[in-house]
């Protein structure tokens, strides 16, 4: 039998909160990495079970979707302009990380993407950061495999 896990991902530039809950809603780690391609997929490699994975759209979503979706069970990036849960109570990454592995654990997550062929639409480029300077940040800090 395989034990569930709901993993939350708080995600920026430099590094990522991430918090997993087991079966039965239970906090069982708090991380947090760098956003990097290796660490990533190193972390959730050092994982057991059905994965489910949960995290804002922004930036990095499109990329972060297509590294673990051949990785876990399920990845769901949510509208953070949806999730009044992260605007009650105390702000910081930790805390985000945590509220979207609760959410996601309570199937309270309303998905936004789901690949270049799902039916939603795919996350909006926030902040100033044009393609070609994504695509520059990704290559510099070798995000890629």
């Known amino acids: 039998m395989t034990s569930v896990k709901y993993i939350g991902l ?3 530039k430099e590094s990522i909160s991430i918090c997993v809950r087991n079966s039965v809603g239970k906090v069982v780690m708090e991380s ?3 956003t990097k391609a290796s660490t990533i997929l190193q972390f959730i490699d050092g994982l057991r079970g059905d994965l489910r994975v949960t995290f804002e759209e922004g930036t990095w979503a499109a990329w972060l979707y297509d590294l673990l979706k051949p990785r876990v069970s399920g990845v769901e ?5 949806k999730n009044a849960l992260l605007k009650d109570g105390s702000k910081s990454d930790r805390i985000d990380a945590n509220k979207l592995s609760e959410q996601l654990y309570m199937n309270n997550i309303k998905s936004v993407y ?3 062929h799902g039916s939603a639409r795919r996350p909006r480029r926030r902040g ?9 940040e990704i290559a510099k800090r070798n995000l890629f495999l």
Not at 77 to 81: E, F, H, I, K
């Open 10 to 12: 708080d995600v920026h």
């Open 114 to 116: 789901h690949g270049e």
């Open 77 to 81: 990036v949510c509208n953070p302009r």
């Open 32 to 34: 947090v990495i760098e």
């Open 128 to 136: 100033r950061l044009r393609a070609g300077q994504v695509l520059a």
